[in-house]
């Protein structure tokens, strides 16, 4: 399971918000081999007065977070990074110095979804990639 928030400017990613969810998505495929029916994102569009970003940064800064369950190897992190950079900038002309993303792993006992414990459930896809 995955759960993905997508914070930025408004004026920014409001016009791009179908494309990013589906370059994030295609991104989380390819590199946790990931079901493609499962997509959980929210977009957190931000006003200027309320979104303060790192000197060095322009106003297409975007920061994603995603909550995922623990297993992913490594290499498969630092692979959905590169991802993520490569494919922002090439489809967003969004350099990799605008992206900042972190993964925040639980076990599987801490998600509660489909009316049980995550760790009760057969799940469709491997969380160990």
């Known amino acids: 399971m995955g759960q993905i928030k997508i914070y930025g400017l408004k ?13 994030l998505h295609s991104c989380v ?3 946790f081999q990931y079901p493609e029916n499962k997509r959980a994102q929210r977009f957190f569009y931000m006003d200027p007065e309320d979104f303060f970003y790192p ?13 995922l369950f623990e297993g992913r190897s490594i290499t498969a992190k630092k692979y959905l990074y590169q991802l993520i950079f490569e494919r922002f ?14 993964l925040t792993e639980t076990p599987l006992y801490n998600w509660g ?5 995550a760790d009760e459930l057969k799940l469709d896809y491997k969380v160990s990639v």
Not at 89 to 102: H, W
């Open 89 to 102: 900038e090439k489809e967003f002309k969004i350099s990799p110095n605008d992206v900042e993303i972190t």
């Open 11 to 23: 004026e920014h990613l409001v016009p791009i918000r179908t494309k990013v969810s589906d370059i």
């Open 55 to 67: 000197e060095g940064s322009s106003d297409q800064y975007t920061i994603i977070e995603i909550s």
């Open 29 to 31: 495929v390819d590199a």
């Open 113 to 117: 979804l489909r009316g049980k414990p």
